[in-house]
């Protein structure tokens, strides 16, 4: 009996033995340079603000930045959008009459350009003055309409009959603003009121002042009238009617 108890103890006891190494070579050995327990609380503690009370668990958020709060107080679709710019700047108001008969003659125009057309206005208006006062009908029959032509042509044969001749020279032109604008069927029209300072002079077969002044500078008003038909490929524009403005 002492037998069979003292052969089951050396069995049991090299198994323990066997179970010690093999839990060994798996788990390893403590060094004491082995990471402490996790302990959630004691890392949460790490992270409370200085000065916060000893149970306060709470972290304080750093703000956001302005430009994330401002997208998110305004959605893209409700953001402000600046108006788009008047295209007639500079040359007449906003909803005016002379606003809507240009954005008709850019309508079918749509190369027309008001600030390029005034441009143009101020050339054709020297040229005009200057080839009536010389008598240069081809220059004026490339910028007058028939019918204006006609008169101007009257009136330079009616003072060479006379003898008479004029003189005129521009001082300045001092302003072009757009008195009116339309289309009237495939005719754009636009009405150039001119203010310049002019010295004009009408002398006699022998030389004498007859009308205006050698040496006076006048202020001159002129409201002028230029036409096109928009369909043609002309691009100039013709005088088709002058008066004298106030």
Do not use: C
């Amino acid at each position: 009996m002492h037998n069979v108890f003292d052969i089951y103890t050396i069995i049991f006891l090299a198994l323990a033995v066997f179970i010690f190494l093999r839990l060994r070579s798996v788990l390893g050995q403590r060094t004491g340079r082995e990471r402490p327990p996790y302990d959630p609380y004691s890392a949460r503690e790490q992270l409370r603000e200085p000065g916060a009370p000893a149970g306060d668990k709470i972290i304080t958020l750093p703000p956001r930045p302005k430009t994330i709060e401002a997208t998110a107080a305004k959605p893209p679709e409700t953001a402000e959008q600046e108006p788009p710019a008047f295209r007639w700047e500079g040359v007449t108001e906003p909803d005016s009459v002379v606003a809507k008969g240009l954005d008709a003659i850019a309508s079918a125009d749509a190369n027309f350009d008001a600030q390029h057309f005034l441009t143009g206005g101020r050339s054709a208006y020297e040229m005009i003055v200057n080839a009536y006062a010389e008598g240069d009908r081809r220059t004026l029959k490339n910028l007058l309409s028939r019918e204006v032509y006609d008169g101007f042509e009257a009136a330079i044969s009616e003072r060479e009959k006379r003898g008479e001749t004029v003189e005129s020279r521009f001082v300045s032109i001092e302003s072009a603003e757009i008195a009116a604008a339309e289309m009237r069927g495939r005719n754009a029209q636009v009405t150039v009121r001119f203010h310049s300072k002019l010295i004009s002079a009408t002398r006699d077969k022998n030389g004498n002042v007859i009308d205006g002044s050698a040496e006076r500078v006048s202020d001159v008003t002129d409201v002028w009238t230029f036409a096109r038909d928009v369909s043609a490929r002309d691009p100039n524009w013709k005088l088709i009617a002058t008066e004298a403005g106030q």
